[in-house]
């Protein structure tokens, strides 16, 4: 028998080089202003599948409370009183969860992050912006992020007061981000010059969550200790 062709090395490292850079590329035009609806690697679901840490805390709307805080000119926390008579919108956008399915043309209605802001008045040091869940979920994002004109807090879903199933009664709404950044079950928004990574962050999901990067996962950031926190509960 002859023996096993010699293969050119550099020429299979240039290929493997040239095949990242695709890679690359092809991320950067899904996640450009002519990119596709459906973000790669998702796929459309009729139904609306609950996934969250199990914890279904049963809150009252009349003792809810939302805290605003951190490094903001005005904190505040507002009751549900104050929250109803907060200029409301209604809003159509798309569900993306990480685990792969996408829901189109979700109904919310809710609070604008943006009317939001110009109650609360981020200082120029806010950065960050940490999502606090009654459940004590965490998770962050970039106020970049957060004061898209589509960012919401949402309090009704179909036209029905939002289910705890599904977060109520007030959640938060990303729809550019992978769905485990807009936290269930809302009890208050920090306001951080600082990233402070939330519970799934921690264990190992991208910081960033842009469904159209398919950004699922990455290294878990191990700063300030938080790092070491997760390990221990």
Same mark, same amino acid.
């Given at each position: 028998?002859?023996?096993?062709? @010699?293969?050119?090395? $550099?020429?299979?490292?240039?290929k493997? @080089?040239?095949?990242?850079?695709f890679?690359?590329? $092809?991320?950067?035009?899904?996640?450009?202003?002519?990119?596709?609806?459906?973000?790669?690697?998702?796929?459309?679901?009729?139904?609306?599948?609950?996934?969250?840490?199990?914890?279904?805390?049963?809150l009252?709307?009349?003792? #809810?409370?939302?805290?605003?805080?951190?490094?903001?000119?005005?904190?505040?926390?507002?009751?549900?009183?104050?929250?109803k008579?907060?200029?409301?919108?209604?809003?159509?956008?798309?569900?993306?969860?990480?685990?792969? #399915?996408?829901?189109?043309?979700?109904?919310?209605?809710?609070?604008?992050?943006?009317?939001?802001?110009?109650?609360?008045?981020?200082?120029?040091?806010?950065?960050?912006?940490?999502?606090?869940?009654?459940?004590?979920?965490?998770?962050?994002?970039?106020?970049?992020?957060?004061?898209?004109?589509?960012?919401?807090?949402a309090?009704?879903?179909?036209?029905?007061?939002?289910?705890?199933?599904?977060?109520?009664?007030?959640?938060?709404?990303?729809?550019?981000?992978?769905? #485990? $950044?807009?936290?269930?079950?809302?009890?208050?928004?920090e306001?951080?010059?600082?990233? @402070?990574?939330?519970?799934?962050?921690?264990?190992?999901?991208?910081?960033?969550?842009?469904? #159209?990067?398919?950004?699922?996962?990455?290294?878990?950031?191990?700063?300030?200790?938080?790092?070491?926190?997760? @390990?221990?509960?």
């Amino acid at each position: 028998m002859s023996d096993a062709p @010699k293969y050119n090395e $550099k020429m299979i490292a240039a290929k493997m @080089k040239q095949l990242e850079r695709f890679k690359k590329e $092809k991320r950067a035009r899904s996640a450009s202003q002519e990119r596709l609806r459906l973000p790669p690697g998702q796929n459309w679901t009729e139904g609306f599948p609950v996934l969250d840490l199990g914890v279904h805390p049963n809150l009252d709307p009349l003792s #809810w409370s939302l805290r605003v805080f951190g490094e903001v000119d005005n904190p505040m926390t507002i009751d549900w009183a104050m929250f109803k008579d907060l200029p409301h919108a209604d809003q159509l956008s798309d569900f993306h969860c990480v685990t792969t #399915w996408s829901k189109q043309d979700v109904r919310w209605r809710g609070v604008k992050m943006v009317e939001l802001l110009k109650l609360v008045r981020p200082k120029a040091t806010a950065n960050f912006v940490i999502q606090h869940s009654d459940d004590g979920y965490t998770t962050n994002t970039s106020i970049f992020e957060a004061s898209h004109d589509d960012a919401m807090i949402a309090d009704t879903l179909d036209g029905e007061p939002l289910p705890v199933k599904h977060g109520g009664p007030v959640r938060m709404i990303i729809p550019t981000l992978y769905a #485990w $950044k807009s936290a269930k079950f809302l009890r208050a928004l920090e306001f951080s010059p600082r990233d @402070k990574p939330g519970y799934w962050e921690l264990r190992g999901y991208h910081n960033n969550a842009d469904p #159209w990067k398919e950004e699922r996962n990455g290294e878990p950031p191990a700063d300030d200790g938080f790092a070491q926190a997760a @390990k221990e509960s």
